[in-house]
């Protein structure tokens, strides 16, 4: 027998040690019931799978919000890992057909493997996905299988067992805490992102977060995957498991190759999911694909797959009777049988087990299919390029260099860069896109106006919503002034271009906002001309009043709210120093001795007044600010401070603290006004302060935004018609000539109501300059 042993190891080749099973490094089976990884545990897994095998190394691609290790493992048979390098090479050639000489593609594709990242757990209480990848990188490892050895020998699998690592330990350590209380498999009383939370997958061409950034240069810019599948769950009462196709709309600057090859994937793993027994299984349901704000990849070359499991409680099992599944699903009724729905489950006891049991078979099933159709993958991947090439309608986008906001066109131009879109520096300092060039369709989607189709239920009837928001077309947003060119302009005068090395992504913010606060915080005073809004530390006229640093105040509710993190964000990001707000802060009154501003980020008026009510969290998270708290915000403003309310959460304004105004939009039904996150013309009233260094005419984030009618002074407000700038927008007769910025006075202080969202997710840099305006107005 020892003999035997040792002929079998000396065949084998040189002696590593057997991977160790996910139960003797974790202590328990991979999902069993009550039970979570810690993040560390699953980086030293990984780390003791890469000492253990010669088919995996492990990366670490750059650190969190928080600073933990984001790890990359890359998978694949011995012989190509030893020659990385040729294989990002063939890759980058395929993505950019330009390099690539007549008659040299086939070449190229024979010789390529399908490059396949898989992330997980993005959204942290969806996070089976994670415990999938720790068992499935040990399987494949381990276990010898024929679709096993097609996907090592074939494909080159990047693995990311969580995207967002911060958020696992924030989960994990709160489904501990409150194990065996009433509130097990509760969600967390936090974001589960220090700044974005859910909303970390909204961020994929801004790039505001470390998590986005690292994984864009590090794994997407590097190795030009031709799949990328990020793994996500659903609600408890929906489907088992969604797969694509996607939903109408497709954005219309996604080639449609992608568009076929991600029906043809999804219902691949569909159709593997079926076979081996499991039910539930939807496609062409749930989700749209229109923002390019969830997947960078499917304008870069890649498929987006993905695919969202029905929820346990976090790993806590439930029990669901059939006729408690939802009948409303987008597309389809988790009850019934449809093309799309074929076999419904039939209900019973589901867990973080089943979860995972799903999720093993479509990870095998999307490196499977990538495995068996290599050639065709990089062949198509090659010609998506071509056709990107190809694009004549228009010649080029031209952004000249006088602009209102340099610092705003920077980082319009560095957006675009960092997402490998080439932009040319001309003779007099403007800047050229041309689109005879791979990543044409995302610069085209990004610069362009968004015509969202008007989609309804039923002719007539009221909106389909659309998945997210509709409308990313970054010149509104950032107040820059992008111009389309038909024809080229003659003679090219291109005299360098800039492009994203990868690795590396450029950032700039800069504007005047960043010199005033680099000036306050050495201590200084600002001076801001009071006629034109602009600062200048040293020249003094009549015009120019000393601005002091305010003591900024933002609320921050138990229930968390994505918008407060990204008003934390932008705080952070432009330097201004604040305190956060909980609602014992406010309740302890005398909120004017320590603060000038006070901010409420977009969210619910109940979610303000009342919180989470009694029972549905520990008592230390329930309750809002109830009627004390309004009487301590009334006092503040009175006393001189400045309350600024964003978006839904004005109507806490109107109704606790008497301002006069009437939302026209309240009550109003879907079919007669509808702004799923459209941008929308206003016109300011340029003397008032709160307009400081803006144009007269600006486009604004409306999403779902009230517009009043008020005896109080308006400061934006729509015009009577063409009230669209991009997106969708149903029923602007409705908001004609209504107030969307609002200044009320009460006592020696202000109420602002601002009918948007002027901080939207790190983008809207033309009126984050109302939002800093208002911090400073007294
Ligand atoms: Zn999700």
């Not at 088992?240 to 996607?246: E, G, K, L, S, Y």
Request: proline fraction near 7%; aromatic fraction near 10%.
């Amino acid at each position: 027998m020892r003999l035997a042993l040792l002929i079998v190891l000396l065949i084998a080749g040189p002696l590593v040690g057997a991977p160790p099973t996910p139960k003797s490094h974790f202590g328990h089976e991979i999902g069993a019931d009550r039970t979570v990884l810690d993040w560390n545990r699953v980086v030293s897994y990984f780390q003791s799978l890469e000492k253990n095998s010669p088919r995996i190394r492990v990366q670490e691609i750059g650190k969190t919000a928080e600073g933990r290790p984001l790890i990359a493992a890359t998978i694949a048979v011995p012989e190509t890992l030893a020659k990385l390098d040729r294989y990002i090479e063939i890759q980058k050639r395929l993505a950019d057909p330009r390099t690539v000489p007549a008659g040299d593609a086939e070449s190229l594709i024979s010789q390529g493997k399908t490059v396949v990242i898989i992330t997980c757990s993005i959204h942290s209480t969806e996070l089976a996905s994670t415990h999938t990848a720790v068992e499935f990188a040990y399987r494949l490892l381990t276990e010898d299988k024929p679709r096993f050895r097609a996907i090592l020998e074939n494909t080159i699998f990047i693995l990311a067992p969580s995207i967002n690592p911060d958020g696992l330990d924030i989960v994990t350590e709160w489904y501990r805490k409150t194990l065996d209380t009433p509130y097990e498999g509760t969600a967390p009383p936090q974001l589960y992102h220090k700044y974005v939370g859910h909303d970390n997958n909204r961020d994929w061409y801004i790039h505001s977060q470390p998590e986005t950034r690292a994984i864009i240069s590090k794994l997407h810019n590097l190795w030009h995957p031709q799949i990328v599948y990020d793994v996500h769950q659903q609600q408890a009462t929906a489907s088992r498991i969604m797969a694509p196709p996607w939903l109408d709309p497709i954005e219309p600057n996604v080639d449609a190759i992608l568009v076929q090859e991600m029906n043809m994937v999804g219902t691949g793993i569909a159709a593997d999911l079926t076979a081996a027994g499991k039910t539930g299984v939807s496609v062409h349901s749930s989700y749209d694909f229109w923002t390019p704000a969830r997947h960078y990849q499917a304008f870069h070359g890649g498929l987006r797959i993905l695919t969202e499991s029905a929820s346990a409680r976090l790993a806590s099992p439930i029990t669901i009777r059939r006729e408690d599944l939802r009948v409303d699903g987008l597309g389809y009724n988790a009850q019934e049988r449809t093309w799309n729905h074929i076999e419904p489950w039939t209900g019973g006891t589901w867990r973080l087990r089943d979860i995972i049991d799903y999720q093993l078979i479509a990870m095998e099933s999307v490196l499977y299919q990538a495995a068996v159709r290599r050639e065709d993958l990089l062949r198509n991947f090659y010609k998506v390029g071509q056709r990107q090439i190809d694009r004549k309608v228009p010649y080029a986008f031209y952004i000249p260099a006088k602009q209102a906001d340099p610092g705003a066109t920077r980082k319009l131009i560095d957006t675009l860069v960092a997402g490998m879109v080439e932009v040319e520096v001309e003779s007099d300092g403007g800047h050229t896109i041309r689109m005879s060039q791979p990543y044409s369709g995302y610069a085209k989607a990004l610069l362009e106006k968004q015509k969202y189709p008007d989609l309804r239920l039923y002719p007539g009837g009221p909106p389909k919503k659309p998945y997210d928001v509709t409308a990313h077309t970054l010149p509104l947003l950032m107040g820059v002034d992008v111009r389309t060119l038909t024809r080229p302009s003659a003679p090219p005068r291109v005299v360098a271009a800039l492009s994203e090395k990868p690795g590396h992504l450029p950032a700039s913010d800069s504007d005047s906002w960043m010199a005033v606060n680099r000036i306050w915080r050495l201590g200084g005073a600002v001076w801001r001309d009071t006629v034109t809004g602009d600062f200048s530390p040293s020249s003094l006229g009549p015009n120019w009043q000393a601005v002091k640093r305010p003591r900024i105040g933002l609320y921050k509710s138990f229930i968390p709210t994505m918008d407060e993190g990204w008003t934390r964000w932008l705080l952070e990001r432009f330097g201004f120093e604040y305190s956060s707000l909980g609602n014992k802060d406010i309740l302890a009154g005398g909120l004017r001795q320590r603060f000038d501003t006070v901010v409420f980020p977009d969210q619910t008026e109940a979610s303000i007044r009342f919180g989470f009510k009694d029972g549905a969290m520990p008592p230390e998270y329930t309750g809002g600010l109830g009627p004390e708290g309004a009487a301590a915000l009334k006092e503040f403003a009175t006393a001189g401070g400045t309350l600024v309310f964003l978006n839904r959460s004005t109507s806490y304004a109107i109704d606790q603290l008497d301002v006069k105004a009437r939302n026209v939009v309240r009550g109003v039904s879907d079919r007669d006004f509808y702004s799923p996150g459209s941008l929308l013309n206003v016109q300011l009233d340029r003397q008032h302060p709160l307009s400081y260094g803006l144009p007269a005419d600006i486009p604004i984030w409306s999403e779902g935004s009230p517009a009043w009618e008020t005896e109080e002074k308006t400061v934006a407000r729509y015009p009577d018609s063409r009230i669209l700038a991009s997106g969708w927008l149903l029923g602007e007769s409705v908001i004609a000539k209504r107030s969307a910025l609002v200044d009320a006075q009460i006592g020696d202080g202000h109420v602002i109501l601002f009918g948007m969202r002027p901080q939207y997710r790190a983008q809207s840099y033309l009126t984050f300059k109302l939002f800093f305006n208002a911090l400073l107005y007294h």
